[in-house]
């Protein structure tokens, strides 16, 4: 199998002379990137329409999705640090084939809402801050792509970096936004006091839950937390969780502030003075002005979402990536996956705003955070599953209270999200002029989600899961050489990738050097977390790839070769030139699959960029 976030797997050293709080540093920065997800553009909806409903009423629904989402990202950075896999590859462990498709879907869906927001938050902002139109708003977020991809080859620690810097950019604009709204602190502290005033604050609480708690989070941290490389002693995972804990607690409670500011301000300004329907961002942004009496207000607040959905976007690609090959053992080239991605988002926001108008948006950005919350279940409870498991987690699975507890917020989640559900149906059913085609078509689907959700509830009770992830790399290898009479090298360089094409390269290395020659097998690591950490990254692939290196070593040289192996991180043609520039090699020997066109569009080719970047001689091998 391969790593989540090849690129950039334990890329990042905790060790070495690192003590006290330089170690904690060290492990500081997951936590901020997952943060973001907790702070986008579909959270400040959903603050803003339940701050100028109900006030401060809904204060507390966003204090229990922060410890619901502080428990839960703390059982993905668990099941991430001590079993080196994330929540996709676990979930390719467990169940079948097919359910592992339905969940991937189930993942792409939530994606898709998550960059729906995004785009539609950045290009509010755009349209407020530059007054740029909302279409081509929405046109110029496609832009970010190339940021992205700028950011990723920049190296994981640069990426936290400009995260952490549009976090506090969020940050200060709304400290500053408090200052001018003057909120009444004694209706702020009853906020907090659990109640739900209506069916409609049920629904915009549901949206809040799916706002803060989203499933990609999930995904994404239990990939992100094997980018820290430490020991891997039982004292060293101890530490490592409880680093990784200390930096979820930061970051989640600055994305809490963040939230309960929104919602805070939308209170203190709009429902205040009466207005109970701004619920778009656009009427808040219009607003602020007047009813704060500064012209920073409404510009602090632009800036503030335009960073938000910049942060966001960011982190949305990379969860998309780790979905895509930890479900499927699927990597394609991220510049396609991200725009795959935006168009999936940019499609329906361009369609929506063209039919309905700028006006609907506040309404699509909710509905959003509430298709999020609906697929929050099927993330959930399998993370719940196997971070309880003593065989996967080693002796550091969850306590029984933890579990109960966790079971409950899963519990709490899907009921509130049953009821949403019924609810809707009910209510299409009564008003449609056709019941008998929803009869036949939306009500199968759902009873057919509510089978599913059950099944993954009840399956790791009722049977095991299976060991390992079966691996493409051929282990028995069965090598023909015929040796020649002269031979031209002497020392060989051969790129590998434990596929088939493997053996027609190494066949064709050992005709040109013969047993004498000193050969050099070269494999890189091209997970995601591999792309943006390099060799620090620490998961389960990379452990798989230096064993099957070895075995590859110790095979050929019990032939009577002279092997040598070179194990590197990142994208084949940046890593390979490095490697062969500083060495002495007289060629470098490639396998090719062959694939042309399309495919090469999509999962990229690596002969083309090398050839021109290395100083020695390439032959390209075809299976």
């Keep these: 199998m391969t790593k989540s976030l090849e690129e950039v797997h334990q890329s990042v050293a905790t060790e070495h002379k690192k003590t006290g709080f330089r170690k904690i540093l060290a492990f500081l920065g997951p ?39 502080l428990l839960l990202q703390s059982l993905s950075a668990r099941l991430g640090i001590v079993t080196q896999r994330d929540l996709a590859q676990a979930s390719r462990e467990t169940y079948s084939k097919y359910i592992n498709y339905v969940l991937y879907f189930l993942a792409e869906i939530a994606i898709a809402a998550c960059d729906l927001a995004e785009v539609l938050g950045m290009a509010i902002g755009i349209n407020l801050l530059f007054d740029i139109p909302l279409i081509e708003g929405v046109l110029i977020t496609v832009l970010d792509t190339f940021l992205l991809l700028f950011l990723i080859n920049k190296g994981i620690r640069k990426m936290e970096a400009f995260i952490i810097v549009l976090v506090a950019i969020i940050g200060f604009s709304f400290i500053f936004e ?44 239990s990939s992100l937390v094997q980018t820290r490389k430490f020991d891997r002693t039982p004292a060293g995972i101890k530490q490592a969780l409880k680093y990784n804990f200390i930096d979820s607690t930061i970051a989640l409670n600055l994305a809490f ?44 607040f632009a800036v503030a979402l335009i960073a938000a959905g910049q942060s966001s976007t960011v982190t949305g690609t990379l969860a998309g990536q780790i979905v895509m090959e930890g479900y499927l ?11 795959i991605t935006r168009l999936i988002a940019i499609i329906p926001a361009v369609v929506v705003i063209l039919i309905y108008g700028e ?69 299409w059913l009564v008003s449609s002029s056709h019941p008998i085609f929803l009869w036949v078509t939306v009500v199968p689907i759902a009873f057919g989600f509510l089978g599913l959700l059950l099944y993954i509830v009840f399956k790791p009770f009722i049977a095991r899961a299976k060991s390992h992830i079966e691996n493409h790399s051929p282990h028995h290898l069965k090598l023909q050489y015929a040796p020649k009479e002269t031979y031209s090298k002497k020392n060989i360089a051969i790129s590998v990738d434990f596929s088939k094409a493997d053996e027609a390269a190494l066949n064709n290395a050992f005709e040109l050097g013969g047993i004498e020659a000193q050969y050099t097998l070269i494999h890189i690591v091209e997970t995601v977390g591999a792309l943006m950490y390099g060799g620090h990254v620490d998961d389960h692939e990379t452990t798989i790839d230096e064993k099957l290196l070895l075995e590859y070593k110790e095979m050929l040289s019990q032939k009577g070769f002279n092997i040598e192996t070179e194990l590197g991180f990142g994208k084949p043609n940046t890593v390979i030139p490095k490697i062969i520039n500083t060495g002495k090699f007289d060629i470098l020997v490639m396998g090719t699959h062959g694939h042309t066109g399309l495919k090469d569009l999509l999962f990229g080719t690596t002969v083309d960029k090398l050839r021109h970047k290395i100083s020695i001689p390439l032959l390209i091998v075809k299976k």
Aim: no cysteine; charged share 10%.
């Design 178 to 221: 408090m200052i001018f709204a003057e909120p009444e602190l004694d209706k702020v502290i009853y906020g907090l006091v659990p109640s739900i005033p209506s069916s409609a604050a049920l629904y915009i609480a549901i949206g809040i839950i799916g706002a803060t708690v989203m499933p990609h989070n999930l995904y994404l941290h």
């Design 257 to 300: 502030f963040v939230n309960a500011a929104i919602l805070i301000l939308a209170a203190a300004t709009f429902y205040r003075n009466g207005m109970f329907e701004v619920a778009e961002i656009q009427d808040a942004h219009k607003f602020l002005e007047p009813l704060l009496g500064t012209k920073w207000a409404p510009v602090l």
């Design 329 to 339: 053992n699927l990597r394609i080239q991220p510049w396609v996956r991200r725009i």
């Design 31 to 69: 936590a901020y990137l997952v943060s973001v997800g907790y702070m986008d553009p579909g959270n400040w909806a959903t603050d803003i329409a339940g701050g100028s409903q109900f006030g401060y009423s809904l204060l507390w629904v966003l204090l229990m999705s922060n410890l619901m989402a």
């Design 359 to 427: 006006s609907v948006t506040g309404k699509l950005l909710i509905l959003s955070q509430v298709i999020l919350s609906l697929q929050l279940g099927f993330a959930i409870i399998p993370l719940i599953h196997f971070v309880s498991d003593k065989t996967k987690m080693k002796g550091f699975h969850i306590s029984k209270t933890t579990q109960v507890v966790a079971w409950i917020i899963a519990l709490i989640i899907v009921s509130l999200n049953a009821k949403l559900v019924y609810d809707e149906i009910t209510s």
